[in-house]
């Protein structure tokens, strides 16, 4: 899995680090996220998926890799 965060249309809602903190943090100024991982492991990958969805902005992509 290729995760790739659009930083740009964050609207720092905190919905992807309470779904998958290993892989989505949050900058301490503005509260966008951040990526940790951009390719996390196999056991993560349910966590990122819930992640893309919940995102309010649309700002998570995820690609097969």
């Known amino acids: 899995m290729q995760v ?3 930083q740009d249309k964050c609207v720092a ?4 680090v309470l779904a ?3 892989v989505f943090d949050q900058r ?3 509260g966008v996220a ?3 991982d951009d390719r996390p ?4 990958h349910e966590d990122v ?3 893309a969805a919940v995102c309010p902005a649309l ?3 995820l690609a097969d890799s």
């Not at 809602?13 to 992807?16: D, E």
């Open 28 to 30: 301490n100024e503005d």
């Open 34 to 36: 951040v990526l940790l």
């Open 41 to 44: 492991p196999a056991e993560l």
């Open 20 to 22: 998958a903190q290993e």
């Open 49 to 51: 998926r819930h992640a």
């Open 4 to 6: 790739t965060l659009h």
């Open 13 to 16: 809602s905190g919905q992807c």
């Open 59 to 61: 700002a998570i992509a």
